[in-house]
């Protein structure tokens, strides 16, 4: 049975720093495209960043790159999120999806986590 659990979010101060985790059961996640997403209260979900399978490469948003990093540890079967100098437009729901599109969003693709909460205010 595939699952993906994320965990890691809360509530941060605008200019911090917040890392999330996504545990995947079931699958073996390197074989397997897989990445974060983002839900933001009134607007739909999109891809922040993932692991581009048919080319080896990473997807970052435009709205996250050179501050958000992807990264997976094979041992422990997990993918992280290292979010720094966040804002207060990064506040949302964060989920990690496995097997389906980054850029163009289809919940009803693939598998997916149920979500952790990332609140930026001061």
């Known amino acids: 049975q595939v699952q993906l659990v994320e965990s890691g979010g809360g509530l941060v101060q605008p200019g911090g720093s917040l890392s999330l985790a996504c545990a995947a059961s079931?699958?073996?996640?390197?074989?397997?495209?897989i990445g974060w997403f983002r839900q933001a209260p009134g607007k739909e979900r999109e891809g922040v960043s993932c692991?581009?399978?048919?080319?080896?490469?990473?997807y970052y948003a435009d709205s996250v790159k050179g501050r958000f990093t992807i990264s997976r540890d094979r041992a422990k079967n997990t993918v992280y999120l290292q979010m720094n100098s966040l804002l207060p437009e990064d506040t949302a729901v964060y989920y990690c999806?496995?097997?389906?599109?980054?850029?163009?969003?289809?919940?009803?693709?693939?598998?997916w986590g149920k979500g952790t909460l990332v609140t930026v205010s001061s």
């Open positions: 079931g699958f073996t996640l390197d074989y397997y495209q």
């Open positions: 692991f581009i399978r048919y080319d080896g490469g990473i």
């Open positions: 999806a496995a097997e389906t599109p980054c850029t163009e969003v289809d919940t009803d693709l693939g598998y």
